[in-house]
């Protein structure tokens, strides 16, 4: 437990620093999140979730080997697809739940940083925290914060035309029309502070792993 509680005053700690970075400048630092997401990487490529052994130890590792190899190459697309199904189908093997959380949310980051739906700091963010704590859990915490946050701040932006912009956004992407598509004319939702929703979804995580789930 002290352990545990250490390692999330940490996160949260960090967290802190970027979500005052991401308010008043609308950026985050490279030392804050591409340093970080690295050293996770590796640190998950020597130890990758979950008890695997054997073949199924290095499939794992061939799997973050790929993700690793994707965030250092996400710049050319066509080795999203490949280096994505092939890690995706190497985590399956493994039958780790953890890895596959890890590889599974590590995929969806980039292409979401891909089709413009979110910031590559943000995606960065998630990346880290999802190999501190390869859980679903964690995943859903954050999600939902995001899910909430965006919800507030296009109330906040749009008002009682909410609804009509949501179903112009829910239509343009069953169309296929992700927002990096858009150039200039992408909605405005695209362009939220992420990071202080982060923090409020890793909050919600650690204090239900302190007091609920052990």
Known sequence: MPSELLSYSLTLGWLGILTSYDLRLRELP???????LLLAGLLRLVYPPGDAQGLALWLARSAMLLLLCLVLGSDFTPLIWVFSATALVLAVQTRQPALLVLVATWIMALLWTQWGIWGGGDA???MILVALWPELRLVGALLFALFVGGVLALRQRYGHALP??????????????????????????????????????TLLYSLGRLLLWT
């Not at 490279?30 to 970080?36: C, L, M, Q, R, Y």
């Open 30 to 36: 490279h030392w804050g999140t591409t340093a970080p």
């Open 124 to 126: 960065k963010v998630v």
């Open 164 to 201: 009509a912009v949501l179903a112009d956004v829910l239509t343009r992407l069953r169309q296929g029309q992700v927002p990096a598509q858009e150039a200039d004319t992408a909605p405005p939702w695209t362009h939220q502070p992420g990071v202080p929703w982060l923090l409020v979804g």
